[in-house]
């Protein structure tokens, strides 16, 4: 069937993007390539939330390595019929979209807010503050308003970067599995009335084959005997 090479192909794509979610997520604990800035405490809350490693990262994998197995999936072959099996795993392999739909999801929101919120950073009252907090992200659209954090140096453009990516990554992860949602739903319900159309389709076909040939005997028998008749 072609939903099954539909979810395989998800899956794949699903692996590298949870791989890049984690990857992102890792290099916020690193502005600039420093580690001292996460042994003190001084990186963005929304960072601490593992929306990338968690929500985008090991929540897609579950998902990812079901859809890659589905094509050589049959967890019901139900009285040796092997479509069974197959709307059997394509029906089940929507709840597993579903973790993914949530691990995708919580992935965008934090990444969201966290672009919002903007990054935490010393300030020229050298204090730590969130400095672009209530600008409701408007910051972003204002480069000249970056120079306000004085250390990490490029902290703003290292994480909206990085925050964009994971919110990026997020939306496709989620569109991704949404798609495999309805694929899956369709896999399931036209496999069923496919199969059931082929068995219709073949009750009514070998029947007759099956008894053309009798019935051409029998009518053959009676003309034959009608001709007798008639002759003596």
Same mark, same amino acid.
């Given at each position: 069937m072609c939903y099954d090479k539909c979810a395989r192909c998800i899956g794949h794509s699903l692996v590298w993007l949870a791989i890049l979610c984690i990857v992102a997520n890792i290099l916020l604990y690193f502005p600039n390539g420093e580690t001292r800035y996460a042994s003190e405490d001084h990186l963005s809350r929304f960072v601490w939330f593992f929306s990338g490693i968690v929500g985008g990262g090991l929540l897609i994998f579950l998902p990812a390595f079901v859809f890659i197995g589905l094509e050589q999936g049959d967890c019901c072959g139900c009285c040796g019929h092997e479509n069974c099996g197959k709307r059997c795993v394509m029906l089940s392999s929507v709840l597993v979209a579903l973790i993914g739909i949530a691990g995708s999801g919580y992935c965008v929101i934090v990444a969201a807010l966290g672009l919002a919120e903007g990054p935490i950073c010393l300030d020229s009252s050298n204090q730590w503050n969130y400095t672009f907090a209530n600008t409701e992200g408007q910051y972003l659209l204002d480069r000249s308003?970056?120079?306000?954090?004085?250390?990490?140096?490029? #902290? #703003?453009e290292w994480n909206a970067s990085l925050f964009s990516i994971l919110l990026a990554l997020g939306g496709i992860e989620f569109i991704l599995c949404l798609i495999q949602v309805i694929n899956g739903v369709l896999g399931g319900i036209c496999g069923y009335c496919c199969t059931h159309h082929q068995v219709r389709t073949s009750k009514s076909t070998t029947p007759r084959q099956n008894h053309n040939l009798p019935l051409f005997h029998c009518n053959l028998y009676i003309l034959l005997v009608l001709i007798c008749k008639t002759l003596y």
């Open positions: 308003t970056w120079s306000q954090c004085v250390e990490p140096k490029h #902290v #703003v």
